[in-house]
């Protein structure tokens, strides 16, 4: 049987069709969220439709990944950072839009899941991915099957506070983990210190010629990760731990940032790995269509 994806994602909507784990087809589209929420729907459905007819009528799952979570209470969609999607029927106008099930997920939970069974976290019981992107997820994967919670918030590391009185997040709260290092935190973070707007490449590049001003802010990003980091090995202790998305491109989180987990854990020892993604920016549109129903 084939697995249709879909991972729906503030800037870009990424499908995938995969027969026995094999990619057949990908495909990206922008979002277009400035369009409103029934934009979204169309331009899903204007997806899926390409992929369905490269099915050719043979038979398919369909799931869709997303930031965010449908609510156990209401079925709408909650916390999201794409915030027109907030407070909507997601699953049910897709379901009557496309006229079939579909099975909606956290992209972070899709991540995690696709990095468990065919990348970075193969063979390991308890795995956590992160997603250190434009925002800052995670998702927690046992023997094989994602875990999300009576909340459906499992894994939601992201808004873990460390400072109450810290810069202000989407969701309302102060000083959540995202807020500081996350990519879109980082670059916040970065143009409040020094003025300067800059994409975290280019902090990166910056910290990586030496410059002081990249330096000391970056060492403040591996002390905040290890805190962050350190406070969710304490809770669940993984097998693995998984980074995803534009931060776990930096070299220096898997020796500087790793120390930094090290110092803070409750233990003698740091045994767990922390290791970057095995599948690229793959893994959260493969995971979408490995959940799918």
């Known amino acids: 049987m084939l697995r249709i994806g879909i991972d729906l994602g503030g800037t870009k909507i990424e499908g995938v069709v995969l027969e026995a784990g094999r990619i057949l087809f990908r495909k990206r589209i922008p979002t277009e969220q400035e369009g409103g929420y029934e934009h979204i729907l169309g331009r899903i459905r204007l ?55 579909v099975e909606v997920q956290n992209d972070a939970n899709c991540f995690a899941m696709a990095e468990a069974l065919q990348g970075a976290g193969t063979g390991k019981e308890l795995v956590f991915g992160v997603i250190l992107g434009t925002g800052c997820g995670g998702g927690i994967v046992m023997n094989g099957q994602v875990r999300t919670g009576p909340q459906a918030i499992a894994g939601e590391w992201g808004h873990m506070r460390i400072d109450p009185n810290g810069p202000l997040c989407y969701c309302g709260q102060r000083g959540c983990v995202e807020t500081y290092i996350s990519g879109g935190g980082l670059e916040a973070r970065y143009k409040e210190r020094f003025g300067e707007a800059l994409s975290f490449v280019e902090i990166a590049e910056r910290y990586r010629r030496q410059e002081a001003d990249a330096v000391s802010f970056l060492r403040d990003f591996f002390e905040n990760f290890g805190r962050a980091m350190a406070n969710l090995v304490n809770i669940l202790d993984p097998d ?32 767990t790995p922390i290791v970057k993604h095995r599948l690229g920016d793959s893994a959260g549109v493969i995971g979408a269509a490995l959940i799918g129903v």
Do not use: Q, W
């Not at 390409?50 to 043979?58: C, D, H, K, L, N």
């Not at 369909?62 to 909650?78: D, E, M, N, Q, V």
């Not at 980074?243 to 045994?271: C, M, P, Q, R």
């Open 240 to 271: 693995v731990i998984v980074l995803g998305g534009g931060v776990s491109n930096f070299e220096a989180i898997y020796t500087e940032g790793v120390a930094a987990v090290a110092k803070h854990v409750f233990s003698d020892s740091f045994d």
């Open 47 to 101: 997806l899926y439709e390409e992929m369905a007819a490269i099915a050719g009528g043979r038979p398919y799952t369909f799931g869709i990944g997303t930031p965010g979570a449908l609510s156990r209470h209401t079925g709408l969609l909650k916390n999201s950072n794409t915030l027109c999607l907030n407070g909507r029927p997601l699953k049910a106008d897709l379901e009557r839009l496309l006229g079939r099930r």
